[in-house]
């Protein structure tokens, strides 16, 4: 029987096996930030133990920066960037800070840079390492004793995952984005469906995407419960890879390619659980409660909980309506928002900012509204201030920041106040996420900027024509 | 690492499913360099409800937390796990739990305990109605058992990570023992792979 492609990754990091035991995985890669870092170098530092593989490590800073200047106002969140650049300092690592041409947020600059490549194992104090997937990696979120264990000794511990096959038939309609797909997957399968395993996301929706919306899929991988996702390379890949500042050339690249072009999952392979969605049935989504699963299609109301079909889902759903001041059957389209945040490493990168200043081109956000565009890191601003899309934004009436996380989770400034509703590009419509008591509806760029002009929910569609 | 052979104690009933790491501890408090003080923290939002459990003084000796289905999802920060272990919670018992929480309750030493659906309902009902009721999550045994309910049934935990429970190992001495397979390894990777140009080369 033949091999997953999650499997032939895994298979081949293997440094240590036993019964009764995790798999000791080799790691590429580790990527490290300020905020799950510090008591991981405080570790190392009281164990007197050094940073095994510093090139195998970047460091960035994203999560609590601002994002108007590089001036830290939080005394607390200072401390922690300033830890980090100490802490990179004493072991060696290479920091890209704030206000270096290559800083943003991590799951943004590891790709750019042409560090994420097909089958590595990545690493990062983050959940949404997952992103790195796309690439046909493992990769995956980790907490900072693990952080430590890694820095330490380039392993990860790790019982084997189960395999999941995702596959996406047929076309997506033309309005229907990467954000709008791995929404629809997590509607379908739920908060916990990938719990375990390790996704395959396949099928013809998927290969159509391009290395930016394979990212968006992968990266909410996640808040289905994955332990990971990921994509078979093809020439898609290989082409975003050539020429990166990272990847191979020449007769490296050669070797680098017959290796990647081995990885996708035999055709005989066998997978844990299969899931299969048609492409066609998809339409752009939007979350109307407190966690990624709970969301609907623009075109529909918000759903009865006493519909639920379980004790445990009814309470779930009374509870978000609560906390989101929504009723049932109120159409998604009649729902007003105060602020809309384009950003994060879900939808931060530069076809991101493209679909949404395409919808915004000549058009006004709707007087009152709060509009925040947030590049996901400054190589993606730099890009998109040479396309020009800086001036669609700005006359726009959106704010133009620098990278960052920002919004998606209000470790910033950028934070929205109780009551304030909010349609984000993010991946997290939590309870208190964006601010506490701030209301989340995840979607779309196209659905943001649309939604930026109308002041409600809505598509593109909706607005064309308007000014 | 703590070590950690059984708790034994009362439990504090927490029925909501999907609880997520931002409301277990909010990013707010992903600010600090400390790696203590976190139970301040616990469930902040919730806690402004004067009616959430942790603010029911019947359950304040709890060292159990049950909970619903999928319990720790979202976020990777094992602030969440330091959050739990600080208040005082030694075990939590759930249907289910996210796997990077679950992997950051092994670093702390805080026991999970996945319990059949219908189970945690039970034990969820009977502690609501007499929180003096106690729990044993048993790690050498990999059992749990409520004895006013007559109840015992066994949970899964593998081999090496009850072994690290009940040592209160440091796995990064596990994995340093390794060292030479790590090295052999290294050895043997393709020399096209890319490499971070480092601060100090």
């Given at each position: 029987m033949g091999l997953t492609l999650a499997e032939k990754v895994w298979e081949s990091h293997v440094v240590h096996r036993a019964p009764g035991e995790a798999d000791l995985l080799y790691v590429d890669l580790h990527l490290v930030h300020e905020v799950t870092s510090p008591q991981a170098f405080a570790g190392l530092r009281q164990s007197g133990?050094?940073?095994?593989r510093p090139d195998l490590t970047l460091a960035t800073m994203d999560?609590?920066?601002?994002?108007?200047?590089?001036?830290?106002?939080d005394p607390i969140a200072a401390q922690q960037v300033e830890a980090l650049a100490r802490n990179c300092a004493e072991f060696g690592i290479r920091l890209y800070p704030?206000?270096?041409?290559?800083?943003?947020i991590v799951h943004v600059i590891g790709p750019q840079l042409g560090l994420t490549q097909p089958g590595m194992v990545i690493v990062c104090g983050?959940?949404?390492?997952?992103?790195?997937?796309?690439?046909g990696a493992i990769a995956f979120g980790i907490g900072t004793s693990d952080v430590e264990h890694v820095l330490a000794t380039q392993t990860i511990a790790r019982g084997r995952p189960k395999t999941m096959a995702i596959t996406i038939e047929g076309e997506a309609p033309g309005d229907v984005s990467a954000k709008d797909l791995i929404l629809g997957i997590i509607a379908t399968i739920?908060?916990?469906?990938?719990?375990?395993h390790i996704v395959e996301y396949r099928g013809e929706a998927i290969r159509a995407l391009s290395m930016e919306g394979r990212m968006t899929v992968c990266n909410m991988s996640i808040e289905a419960g994955a332990r990971a996702g990921l994509i078979a390379p093809d020439d898609v890949t290989f082409e975003f890879l050539?020429?990166?500042?990272h990847a191979a050339a020449g007769a490296a690249w050669e070797r680098a390619l017959d290796r990647w072009r081995a990885l996708p999952s035999d055709a005989d392979a066998h997978y844990d659980a299969e899931v299969r969605i048609d492409a066609g049935a998809l339409r752009p989504y939007v979350t109307?409660?407190?966690?990624?699963?709970q969301a609907v299609p623009i075109d529909g109301s918000v759903p009865d909980?006493?519909?639920?079909?379980?004790g445990a889902g009814r309470e779930s759903a009374r509870r978000a309506l609560k906390y989101m001041d929504l009723r049932a059957g109120?159409?998604?389209?009649d729902i007003t928002v105060d602020v809309v945040f384009l950003g994060s490493?879900?939808?931060?990168?530069i076809e991101d900012l493209r679909a949404a200043a395409a919808v915004l081109r000549g058009r006004r956000v709707r007087a009152g509204l709060r509009a925040l565009a947030v590049p996901g890191s400054m190589a993606v601003r730099a890009q998109a201030e040479a396309e020009g899309l800086d001036r669609v934004f700005r006359e726009a009436g959106f704010e133009w920041r620098m990278a960052?996380?920002?919004?998606?989770?209000?470790?910033?400034?950028?934070v929205a106040g109780p009551g304030v509703r909010v349609a984000s590009t993010s991946n997290r419509n939590f309870?208190?996420?964006?601010?506490?008591?701030a209301r989340t509806h995840l979607v779309s760029p196209a659905v943001a900027a649309a939604t930026a002009i109308a002041g409600?929910?809505?598509?593109?569609a909706d607005v064309r024509g308007r000014a | 690492m703590r070590a950690v052979e059984r708790v034994k104690g009362r439990a504090m009933p927490l029925?909501?499913?999907?609880?997520d790491t931002d409301q277990i501890i909010?990013?707010?408090?992903?600010?600090?360099?400390?790696?203590?003080?976190y139970g301040a923290g616990l469930f902040g939002a919730w806690r402004?409800?004067?009616?959430f459990v942790l603010n029911d003084p019947r359950f304040a000796r709890a060292s159990i937390l049950v909970s619903g289905a999928?319990?720790?999802?979202?976020?990777?920060?094992e602030h969440a796990a330091w959050a739990l272990e600080d208040w005082g919670f030694r075990a939590i018992v759930a249907p289910s739990f996210a796997d990077i929480f679950r992997s950051n309750c092994r670093s702390v030493g805080l026991v999970t305990a996945a319990l059949p659906e219908p189970d945690v309902g039970r034990i969820l009902a009977a502690v609501e109605a007499d929180p003096a009721i106690e729990l044993t999550v048993d790690v050498e045994h990999r059992a749990v058992a409520v004895p006013a309910l007559g109840y015992e049934a066994p949970f899964e935990l593998d081999d090496a990570s009850r072994a690290r429970l009940l040592a209160g190992e440091d796995e990064i001495d596990v994995s340093l023992a390794h060292d030479g397979a790590i090295a052999a390894y290294e050895a043997l990777r393709e020399d096209w792979l890319p490499r971070v140009r480092t601060q100090v080369s």
């Open positions: 133990r050094p940073v095994r999560h609590n920066i601002p994002t108007i200047g590089t001036d830290m106002t704030t206000g270096d041409a290559r800083q943003g983050d959940s949404h390492t997952s992103t790195h997937g796309a690439f739920g908060t916990s469906g990938g719990v375990g050539a020429g990166r500042s109307w409660g407190t966690n990624p699963a909980p006493e519909r639920s079909p379980d109120t159409p998604i389209r490493c879900t939808n931060g990168r960052g996380c920002s919004m998606c989770l209000g470790m910033n400034d950028d309870e208190g996420r964006q601010g506490p008591g409600h929910l809505a598509d593109p | 029925d909501r499913r999907d609880v909010a990013s707010d408090w992903l600010k600090r360099v400390e790696r203590t003080g402004n409800d004067p009616g999928n319990f720790g999802c979202g976020s990777s920060r």
